[in-house]
């Protein structure tokens, strides 16, 4: 299955390229000793943060880059036309694709991959004519997104039964349409769920976390 090359852009993106790997010394205990946390492509995610081998790994792929030079911005709230952008650049190259939305011109940076992803059918608009590109993507719909496409893809393992979602404290906070996609994902090891047994189905899924997700799912469909 091929990889594009291209990188994914966020609003505030600039595709960035390697950095020099970079260390920095940080209080380890109170005792005063100090450790040293490892920087790789970029001087927000040190080697002591539980995303740093996700993002490395999907920087290595070309399929996230950085929001400015040498900065990765983990915590920050992703839209849904980044997501877009990723699930293309998971695609691989693909034929131009025209699909018109009222509030996605044609020459923004997500347009070819709102256009595509809307076309194979793995995202869809609101309804209206809209799609909401700069709107944050929640976890349920980051989950029911990689779903779509492992459909589209026609993975293995596709079942969307035999993980009860009972056993989250949260469950009932996953909408309906997203229940399945919910269990295919946790079945195959692409998201478990927070502290406490929780999904956080509704909360805003931020770049840290759909870099994790991004990795497990190129796991799973063994990219």
Same mark, same amino acid.
């Given at each position: 299955?091929?990889?594009?090359?291209?990188?994914?852009?966020?609003?505030?993106?600039?595709?960035?390229?390697?950095?020099?790997?970079?260390?920095?010394?940080?209080?380890?205990?109170?005792?005063?000793?100090?450790?040293? *946390?490892?920087?790789?492509?970029?001087?927000?995610?040190?080697?002591?943060?539980?995303?740093?081998?996700?993002?490395?790994?999907?920087?290595?792929?070309?399929?996230? *880059?950085?929001?400015?030079?040498?900065?990765?911005?983990?915590?920050?709230?992703?839209?849904?036309?980044?997501?877009?952008?990723?699930?293309?650049?998971?695609?691989?190259?693909?034929?131009?694709?025209?699909?018109?939305?009222?509030?996605?011109?044609?020459?923004?940076?997500?347009?070819?991959?709102?256009?595509?992803?809307?076309?194979?059918?793995?995202?869809?608009?609101?309804?209206?004519?809209?799609?909401?590109?700069?709107?944050?993507?929640?976890?349920?719909?980051?989950?029911?997104?990689?779903?779509?496409?492992? *459909?589209?893809?026609?993975?293995?393992?596709?079942?969307?039964?035999?993980?009860?979602?009972?056993?989250?404290?949260?469950?009932?906070?996953?909408?309906?349409?997203?229940?399945?996609?919910?269990?295919?994902?946790?079945?195959?090891?692409?998201?478990?769920?927070?502290?406490?047994?929780?999904?956080?189905?509704?909360?805003?899924?931020?770049?840290?976390?759909?870099?994790?997700?991004?990795?497990?799912?190129?796991?799973?469909?063994?990219?």
């Amino acid at each position: 299955m091929a990889i594009s090359s291209a990188p994914v852009y966020a609003a505030d993106e600039t595709g960035m390229t390697d950095v020099t790997n970079a260390t920095k010394a940080t209080d380890a205990d109170s005792a005063g000793i100090m450790s040293a *946390v490892t920087y790789g492509k970029y001087n927000d995610v040190g080697n002591d943060k539980w995303y740093y081998n996700a993002v490395e790994y999907v920087s290595d792929k070309n399929i996230m *880059v950085g929001t400015s030079y040498g900065y990765f911005s983990p915590n920050l709230y992703a839209t849904r036309g980044t997501l877009a952008q990723i699930i293309k650049n998971l695609n691989g190259e693909s034929d131009k694709i025209y699909w018109s939305y009222l509030d996605v011109k044609e020459n923004s940076w997500y347009a070819d991959a709102i256009a595509w992803c809307s076309d194979a059918g793995v995202m869809k608009g609101y309804g209206g004519g809209y799609f909401g590109p700069d709107d944050n993507i929640t976890r349920e719909q980051l989950v029911f997104t990689l779903y779509r496409f492992a *459909v589209y893809k026609s993975l293995p393992n596709l079942e969307t039964t035999g993980i009860e979602l009972l056993d989250f404290s949260d469950y009932k906070k996953v909408s309906g349409y997203a229940g399945g996609a919910m269990q295919w994902a946790l079945k195959n090891g692409i998201i478990a769920g927070k502290d406490n047994k929780m999904l956080d189905p509704q909360g805003n899924a931020t770049r840290a976390e759909i870099a994790q997700m991004i990795k497990n799912f190129m796991i799973y469909a063994n990219y």
